[in-house]
Every structure is written in C-alpha cells, then in structure tokens.
Nanobody, 123 residues
Framework: VQLQASGGGLVQAGGSLRLSCAAS????????VGWFCQAPGKEREFVAA????????DYSDSVKGRFTISRDNAKSTVYLQMNSLKPEDTGIYYC?????????????????WGQGTLVTVSS
C-alpha cells in the first residue's frame, strides 16, 4: 500500500484545515489509519487514529475536541479535520497504516507511512 498526505498549508491561529490521506491498494478498508505530527526539532507524536470500519476513533489529549478523523473507504481516503488551530499544532503531518488494526498511538505499530504534509499555524 502507498499513502499520500495532502492539504497542509499556512493558516492563522484559530483557523481550520482539512488534511487528506489517499491510499492505493485494494485492502484500504481493512486496516486502521493514524495521523502523526512531527514538530520542528521534536519527535513524531500521535494525533489521531480510526479503525477500518470508522466506528472507533482515538485522539491525543492535545487535539481532542478540536480535530476530527474520518474515512471514506469508497474513496480510499482518510481525513483529518483540524479546527481551532494553535501555533503548537505546527509540524509535518504523516498518515500511516496499522495493518493489525490496533488503533494505538504507538509509532512502531504502523508499518506503512505517507510522505507528510506541512502545517504551519501563525500566531
């Protein structure tokens, strides 16, 4: 499978962005997809994950209530709606696949990664 993230950009604090993660391959609907963020000079951190059915979603505490993850299996795409953005949300956002569907925030559980899309939130 190949994943490609898009939708990043420059936005003012309080604004919104919607990221997309498009997947190739016929088994997209069979696995969990997660979003991670790597801020400048920091390690990659978990943001959100969605199960293959879309019925289970998990978020980091820092984005809960502001970000929403969703998926459209017919389009082989996972979305991350980001509202009320803060400067600390700045970073490269990556989507990744967890083939075993564990829906965790553990980076090593994810075995396929997209190339990332840059989000910059100005104050």
């Amino acid at each position: 499978v190949q994943l490609q993230a898009s939708g990043g950009g420059l936005v003012q604090a309080g604004g919104s962005l919607r990221l997309s993660c498009a997947a190739s391959g016929r088994t997209f609907s069979s696995y969990t997809v997660g979003w991670f963020c790597q801020a400048p000079g920091k390690e990659r951190e978990f943001v959100a994950a969605i199960s293959w059915t879309g019925t289970r979603t998990d978020y980091s505490d820092s984005v809960k209530g502001r970000f929403t993850i969703s998926r459209d299996n017919a389009k082989s795409t996972v979305y991350l709606q980001m509202n009320s953005l803060k400067p600390e949300d700045t970073g490269i956002y990556y989507c990744a696949r967890d083939f075993l569907g564990r829906n965790t925030g553990v980076i090593s559980d994810y075995d396929a990664w997209g190339q990332g899309t840059l989000v910059t939130v100005s104050s």
